[in-house]
């Protein structure tokens, strides 16, 4: 079973930055990818982005694109979501999910997601 545990989140005005960490554990094989994903109080949850272990490869969804950068070290199970140019309604909680990578897109599964840590952008 895979699992996740996220952290990095908390109290930041509009315009700031935050970097969150997820540590995955209990993969089996490299051939996956993992990705980020948030909820809002009454919003239904909303992908992010997603990086292939394999190769490295990257994509964003439309909401974040110029603003977030994914990254990962796979010697330590460990991406990183570093989020530039907060807005308001970023506010939510943001989870860390298995992924796949399939014709350069996120594939997002929602049946194995971490905690969450909470990111709370304030006007």
């Not at 540590?23 to 292939?52: H, L, M, N």
């Not at 974040?64 to 330590?76: H, L, Q």
Request: some cysteine; proline content about 2%; overall charge negative.
């Amino acid at each position: 079973e895979v699992q996740f545990v996220e952290s990095g989140g908390g109290l930041v005005q509009a315009g700031g930055s935050l970097r969150l960490s997820c540590v995955a554990s209990g993969f089996t094989s490299d051939d996956y990818a993992i990705g980020w994903f948030r909820q809002a109080p009454g919003k239904e949850r909303e992908g992010i982005s997603c990086i292939s272990r394999s190769d490295g490869s990257t994509y964003y969804e439309d909401s974040v694109k110029g603003r977030f950068t994914i990254s990962s070290d796979n010697a330590k199970n460990t991406v990183y979501l570093q989020m530039s140019n907060l807005k308001p309604e970023d506010t939510a909680v943001y989870y860390c999910i298995e992924s796949t990578l399939i014709g350069g897109k996120c594939y997002y599964d929602i049946e194995s997601w971490g905690e969450g840590t909470l990111v709370n952008v304030s006007s």
